[in-house]
């Protein structure tokens, strides 16, 4: 906690004095949490070129690109299954017609999104198609010469090099070596699914890590499948198909190790592959963006909800993910309450943690079968110490998911039907472009798009309430600070 809250200062102090605080990236990228989108989650292996260009195409047309969702993933699949005689990866053919290169020039590059390769630190990847163990330098330089920003690396047919950390780390540091000598800034993304707690080693040689098994489009649903429960801080066998809730759990006693430039990785988005209902996807976008995990959406561009493109492009929300300073927001609550949804859960949960310029966020989650109200002292919200300077402080509340931020449907039916641009419709209102104005400057200057809507204020020593927190649903709010006094000072 005290490395993070360091790591945070500097950070924050660095981006306040215009400096990138790139010194604290082992390559010098991913200040800020990843974004963009990876064909795995809607598409599985069954992807081609055509499905890259039309979400590609969407990327930027529906504004997404400059909400800073830039790097599209090639999720496993992306070869031949084996290797050419002279043992180089081969591009697979039948999906990529005209050519990888062709395709990543101009669906990609063209369209000013980043290429982003997968392999497996193993002999094959999870999808049995030929990977990098053994031929690190040949393929980093293959994927280089692609044009290559970015780099998912999985753990399948590791061939028994992982079961401590330092098996783990040498097998990943062979390909963050091999990245490092093409000369291009690749950002190197380790999908070792929590394998031997790449949180404790993993942020000097690569920009973020997987901590659980794969996420599945469900909020809470246990599965054998994933066999570790949400309060299994290390699981030895990560599996797959893990719930919202599962990984959200899992992170809740690592988050203090992120810092910019390294990040845990909760896993790819759900939101928009219909398995959760609206405030599930609200929730889960809300945490995975608060925890700074990078956002990576994983559905299907093509026919996207109304609802579903107002959670993926709410400003407010994705202002506390690429925030400058680069701490997670740390769980300090969890109430078991007599009321358990279907699965056998029923707890709310408070989390909290500090925003650039001395500004917090707070959520509450309603992880129970009804809706409920839901209130909290200050000193809790703010880790339980009743001397804590936050919450001897008045602030003025802002919700984060009011209708300041969160796209009406109507609006967003006609921008999704390409009946009006989203830098059009409502004369502009939706159109945050973090490429033209950074986060740091929008929050800088007070834009409402990325404060959200005023609700109030709070006294100092006083209690926050949500009233009516829907099942499964969340409360998220910014504070901003009534007086400039303790500014900072908690971040010490
Ligand atoms: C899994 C990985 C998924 C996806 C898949 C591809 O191991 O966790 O995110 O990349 O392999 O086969």
Same mark, same amino acid.
């Given at each position: 906690?005290?490395?993070?809250?360091?790591?945070?200062?500097?950070?924050?102090?660095?981006?306040?004095?215009?400096?990138?605080?790139?010194?604290?990236?082992?390559?010098?990228?991913?200040?800020?949490?990843?974004?963009?989108?990876?064909?795995?989650?809607?598409?599985?292996?069954?992807?081609? /070129?055509?499905?890259?260009?039309?979400?590609?195409?969407?990327?930027?047309?529906?504004?997404?690109?400059?909400?800073?969702?830039?790097? @599209?993933?090639?999720?496993?699949?992306?070869? /031949?299954?084996?290797?050419?005689?002279?043992?180089? =990866?081969?591009?697979?053919?039948?999906?990529?017609?005209?050519?990888?290169?062709?395709?990543?020039?101009?669906?990609?590059?063209?369209?000013?999104?980043?290429?982003?390769?997968?392999?497996?630190?193993?002999?094959?990847?999870?999808?049995?198609?030929?990977?990098?163990?053994?031929? /690190?330098?040949?393929?980093?330089?293959? &994927?280089?010469?692609?044009?290559?920003?970015?780099?998912? #690396?999985?753990?399948?047919?590791?061939?028994?090099?992982?079961? !401590?950390?330092?098996?783990?780390?040498?097998?990943?540091?062979?390909?963050?070596?091999?990245?490092?000598?093409?000369?291009?800034?690749?950002?190197?993304?380790?999908?070792?699914?929590?394998?031997?707690?790449?949180?404790?080693?993993?942020?000097?040689?690569?920009?973020?890590?997987?901590?659980?098994?794969?996420?599945?489009?469900?909020?809470?649903?246990?599965?054998?499948?994933?066999?570790?429960?949400?309060?299994? #801080?290390?699981?030895?066998?990560?599996?797959?198909?893990?719930?919202?809730?599962?990984?959200?759990?899992?992170?809740?006693?690592?988050?203090?190790?992120?810092?910019?430039? #390294?990040?845990?990785?909760?896993?790819?988005? /759900? @939101?928009?592959?219909?398995?959760?209902?609206?405030?599930?996807?609200?929730?889960?976008?809300?945490? &995975?963006?608060?925890?700074?995990?990078?956002?990576?959406?994983?559905?299907?561009?093509?026919? =996207?909800?109304?609802?579903?493109?107002?959670?993926?492009?709410?400003?407010? $929300?994705?202002?506390?993910?690429?925030?400058?300073?680069?701490?997670?927001?740390?769980?300090?609550? $969890?109430?078991?309450?007599?009321?358990?949804?279907?699965?056998?859960?029923?707890?709310?949960?408070?989390?909290?943690?500090?925003?650039?310029?001395?500004?917090? @966020?707070?959520?509450?989650?309603?992880? %129970?079968?009804? !809706?409920?109200?839901?209130?909290?002292?200050?000193?809790?919200?703010?880790?339980?110490?009743? !001397?804590?300077?936050?919450?001897?402080?008045?602030?003025?509340? #802002?919700?984060?998911?009011?209708?300041?931020? $969160?796209?009406? !449907?109507?609006?967003? %039916?006609?921008?999704?039907?390409?009946?009006?641009?989203?830098?059009?419709?409502?004369?502009?209102?939706?159109?945050?472009?973090?490429?033209?104005?950074?986060?740091?400057?929008?929050?800088?200057?007070?834009?409402?798009?990325?404060?959200?809507?005023?609700?109030?204020?709070?006294?100092?020593?006083?209690?926050?309430?949500?009233?009516?927190?829907?099942?499964?649903?969340?409360?998220?709010?910014?504070?901003?600070?009534?007086?400039?006094?303790?500014?900072?000072?908690?971040?010490?």
């Amino acid at each position: 906690m005290r490395q993070n809250r360091v790591f945070a200062l500097i950070a924050s102090c660095l981006s306040e004095l215009g400096l990138a605080a790139s010194g604290l990236s082992y390559n010098g990228l991913n200040l800020s949490p990843q974004m963009g989108w990876d064909t795995y989650n809607a598409y599985a292996l069954n992807y081609n /070129e055509t499905t890259i260009r039309d979400n590609a195409n969407l990327l930027v047309s529906l504004g997404f690109r400059d909400l800073g969702y830039k790097v @599209v993933i090639f999720d496993d699949a992306m070869t /031949e299954q084996n290797r050419s005689s002279n043992g180089t =990866l081969v591009e697979n053919a039948a999906k990529f017609p005209n050519g990888l290169k062709n395709l990543v020039d101009s669906a990609i590059h063209g369209n000013g999104l980043l290429f982003g390769a997968y392999s497996s630190a193993g002999r094959w990847t999870c999808g049995g198609y030929s990977a990098s163990l053994g031929h /690190e330098q040949a393929d980093a330089a293959w &994927w280089a010469s692609l044009g290559a920003d970015y780099l998912k #690396y999985d753990n399948c047919y590791n061939e028994g090099n992982s079961g !401590t950390p330092q098996l783990s780390e040498h097998r990943y540091a062979l390909m963050s070596n091999a990245l490092n000598s093409t000369g291009r800034n690749i950002v190197y993304s380790l999908c070792n699914w929590g394998d031997d707690k790449p949180w404790e080693w993993a942020s000097t040689i690569s920009n973020s890590a997987r901590i659980s098994g794969d996420i599945y489009d469900q909020f809470d649903r246990p599965t054998t499948s994933c066999p570790c429960g949400p309060n299994e #801080y290390y699981c030895e066998v990560p599996g797959y198909a893990c719930s919202v809730l599962n990984i959200l759990g899992k992170a809740s006693v690592i988050t203090s190790k992120n810092q910019p430039g #390294y990040f845990n990785d909760l896993d790819m988005l /759900e @939101v928009g592959n219909g398995g959760m209902t609206y405030d599930e996807y609200k929730t889960h976008f809300s945490m &995975w963006a608060a925890i700074k995990s990078p956002l990576i959406m994983g559905n299907k561009l093509t026919g =996207l909800s109304p609802e579903d493109y107002g959670i993926l492009t709410n400003p407010a $929300v994705i202002a506390l993910n690429q925030d400058p300073n680069g701490a997670a927001i740390s769980r300090q609550l $969890v109430e078991q309450v007599n009321d358990k949804d279907k699965w056998g859960f029923g707890e709310v949960q408070v989390w909290s943690g500090g925003l650039y310029g001395g500004d917090q @966020v707070v959520a509450y989650i309603n992880a %129970a079968n009804t !809706t409920r109200t839901i209130s909290c002292s200050l000193v809790d919200v703010f880790g339980g110490i009743s !001397t804590n300077e936050n919450a001897q402080e008045a602030w003025q509340l #802002y919700d984060l998911w009011g209708n300041e931020t $969160v796209i009406p !449907t109507s609006s967003a %039916a006609m921008v999704i039907n390409g009946t009006v641009s989203i830098e059009a419709v409502d004369n502009g209102k939706w159109y945050y472009n973090a490429s033209q104005t950074s986060w740091a400057e929008g929050l800088a200057q007070n834009s409402s798009l990325l404060l959200g809507t005023p609700v109030g204020t709070v006294s100092a020593g006083g209690s926050l309430t949500a009233q009516n927190v829907p099942p499964h649903g969340i409360q998220l709010w910014r504070l901003k600070s009534m007086s400039q006094m303790a500014r900072k000072r908690d971040e010490l």
